[in-house]
Each structure stands twice: as C-alpha cells, then as structure tokens.
C-alpha cells in the first residue's frame, strides 16, 4: 500500500467521530439482511477479496451469492478488505466488465 493512500486511511479515521466509529462496528456486525436478499431481483455484483481478514469471504460473500437470485462473484485473490491500493485496479475491472454484460 502507499503512503498515501496509508495517511488517506489515517485522515478518514481521524474525521470519524469517537460515538460513530464504536456505533458502526455495531451496526456492521449486529445486523442481518438476509431475508431480504431473496428478493432482490436485479443482477448484482458481489466483489470480495479472498484475504480479507475483516469479514471473511466464506461467511459473507459466498453466502451472499447463493441467496442472491442474480448475483455475479468476483473473488479477488490475495485480495483484502476494501481493495485498496494494488487491488482498485481489479476492483474496477470487474465493475466494468459487469456493467458491460
């Protein structure tokens, strides 16, 4: 990763407020959508980084998929969470290459 997009990160942690930041962890790891997944009934793309160490791929993506009528994966290998750096260039094929099909 770069060092700038490294202070990126940095400048947006620091811009999150001390209540936010305790308040979304909660929300991200409390909340379960997957009875709405279903009835989703447009394509979608699911793009998930095969390292991430945040929310890994086996209990999100590849779950999300199989309840999703249309869904579309793309792994990312050695991927991790976010896709930052190195990874956006992927990222961003991928979103293209969906959008075009």
């Known amino acids: 990763m770069s ?3 490294r202070r990126e990160f940095w400048l ?8 936010a ?6 929300q991200f790891s409390e909340s379960d ?3 709405e997944l279903p009835k989703i009934d447009i394509p979608v793309l699911v793009v998930h980084g095969e ?3 945040i929310v890994p791929i086996a209990a999100s993506a590849l779950k999300t998929v199989e309840l999703l009528p249309q869904a579309t994966l793309k792994v990312v290998p050695e991927g991790p969470h976010g896709l930052v750096g190195a990874f956006e ?9 969906f959008v075009r099909s």
């Open 3 to 5: 060092e700038g997009k």
């Open 12 to 19: 947006q942690g620091m811009a999150t407020g001390l209540p």
């Open 21 to 26: 930041a305790p308040d979304c962890v909660k």
């Open 33 to 35: 959508f997957t009875a």
């Open 51 to 53: 390292d991430d160490q």
């Open 89 to 97: 260039e992927t990222f961003n094929g991928a979103l293209l290459e």
